[in-house]
């Protein structure tokens, strides 16, 4: 439980408000610190930034660089490159049903977006 | 006893309700024309036995049974929302894709609580028997709108709601005279006001006046009061009781595998359309944060959907952990150590993030 605070604060101040009343960033943030209080093994992210504020979105992030250095086996579904080239230490680059590029971060910081938008056009 | 079997593994909620309906309408239309249930006439039902010399004074001997029958419906329905599997319940109400990612066999608390309501209306019905003649025109549509109307009079999702919407229901011809079609009106007026100004019926109406006297529950206490008595987080403890197995069980036992998941060959589609997946090969290293990138329309949840055991794929396999999953429920992903969560959060709304956790 501590845990889950300690990766987003703001849900201890929301504790005790029903969660039909917290925004969507906040609902997210529950959602995956409901997912962690099982003690995962493989989780399964499908694009957690969706529809957030530029400030959730950074909560989001770092919350998932936590979990990355605390050595999580995750998949994130993701639509934000920026999110995804962030947090990710491979990327897959799917379009029209099939994977049609594979990468890590680093490739992306060195060579652009470029690398990205071949593959989508 | 059709029914859990028509509604198996899981239909969609409004299906079921539909063909439930149905099934009502059908089985008033083989009683009446069936000679073995007395036909329009219906069938004289037993007499109930007496109480023994001396306790006459007692009254009807089945008011009592009736009466006590009350008292254990009611019971049981305390009991449930006391225990740990009502946030669970809750969570299937109100995020079902949740639950099922959670561990829990949805379909199967479903049938199983279905089963439960069907055995308390058989128990009813079989009381009934022993009030005089049993008929099809007593069973008609109108009955299942009856019992509508009295719990959302009385307060839905309450323990006592009900009962006072029965009492009003049953009691209110008695009371006051009025033409039959008058009566339905006053029935539907009400029934328009527990779902748009008094949320809640009779029972949030209580609990109000309760609330100024400082006496009331909020409306998420018996979540709240489930969630202490566990004394465990919902999806860390709670639906491990209700899951088939506990997380993690399937895959140890071995060397941890080298890949926390891994797609070969996937390929799905919706319906006869379009290819939603083609071929796609795909591994997640444990220890490691993989993303999937793409544009809107992708495939990019359809496949999430497939690892996660929300979707078949028509062809290709998918390991978690190293072992195939290929055709298993979400529930049995998730005793494998798996979670997930969804773009639209799938949050159970009567409980707060600390009753979640």
Request: charged share 15%; glycine share 12%.
């Amino acid at each position: 439980m501590k845990s889950v605070y300690d990766l987003f604060p703001a849900l201890y101040e929301y504790r005790r408000q029903l969660s039909s009343h917290l925004s969507g960033g906040e609902q997210q943030m529950v959602a995956i610190g409901r997912m962690l209080m099982s003690d995962p093994q493989v989780m399964l992210l499908d694009e957690p930034s969706v529809a957030l504020s530029p400030v959730a979105v950074g909560v989001m992030v770092n919350a998932l660089l936590e979990l990355r250095r605390r050595g999580a086996s995750l998949l994130l579904v993701e639509q934000r490159i920026d999110v995804a080239v962030r947090v990710c230490d491979r990327l897959y680059v799917m379009t029209h049903g099939a994977i049609v590029g594979e990468m890590t971060p680093d490739e992306v910081h060195n060579e652009g977006l470029s690398i990205i938008n071949k593959y989508l056009g | 006893m059709l029914q859990p079997l028509s509604g198996f593994p899981g239909q969609a909620s409004r299906y079921f309700a539909i063909t439930t309906f149905i099934f009502t309408l059908v089985l008033t239309v083989l009683a009446t024309d069936l000679k073995i249930t007395g036909g329009l006439q219906g069938l004289l039902g037993p007499a109930f036995p007496d109480f023994p010399e001396g306790l006459e004074a007692l009254g009807a001997p089945v008011a009592w049974c009736v009466m006590l029958a009350l008292l254990l419906c009611i019971g049981l329905v305390w009991s449930s929302r006391q225990s740990p599997l009502y946030p669970v319940l809750l969570a299937i109400r109100d995020a079902e894709r949740f639950a099922e990612a959670a561990g829990a066999r949805t379909s199967l608390i479903k049938i199983g609580l279905f089963g439960v309501s069907a055995a308390m209306a058989g128990g009813a019905g079989w009381l009934f028997s022993f009030l005089g003649v049993v008929s099809p025109g007593q069973f008609d549509w109108a009955v299942s709108l009856n019992i509508l109307v009295m719990v959302l009079i009385g307060g839905i999702n309450t323990t006592l709601g009900p009962v006072i919407g029965a009492a009003f229901v049953s009691m209110f011809p008695a009371l006051v005279n009025i033409n039959p079609w008058l009566q339905e009106m006053v029935y539907g007026a009400l029934s328009i006001l527990a779902v748009t100004l008094l949320l809640g019926g009779v029972m949030s109406v209580l609990k109000r006046i309760g609330a100024l006297g400082g006496g009331a529950a909020s409306e998420a206490e018996p979540a709240a009061s489930a969630i202490n008595r566990a004394e465990a987080p919902v999806e860390a403890g709670l639906f491990r009781n209700f899951a088939s197995g506990s997380a993690g069980a399937a895959g140890a036992g071995g060397a941890e595998p080298e890949y926390a998941v891994e797609c070969r060959g996937i390929q799905f589609s919706y319906g006869t359309g379009l290819r939603a997946l083609r071929d796609v090969d795909l591994a997640v290293r444990r220890g490691h944060i993989h993303g999937l990138i793409g544009p809107n329309g992708s495939g990019k949840s359809t496949l999430a959907n497939v690892i996660a055991g929300r979707l078949q794929p028509l062809a290709g396999a998918t390991l978690i952990k190293g072992v195939r999953v290929d055709g298993a429920s979400p529930s049995k992903r998730a005793e494998l150590g798996m979670r997930r969560t969804f773009q639209a959060a799938e949050l159970v709304r009567k409980l707060t993030p600390i009753q979640r956790c």
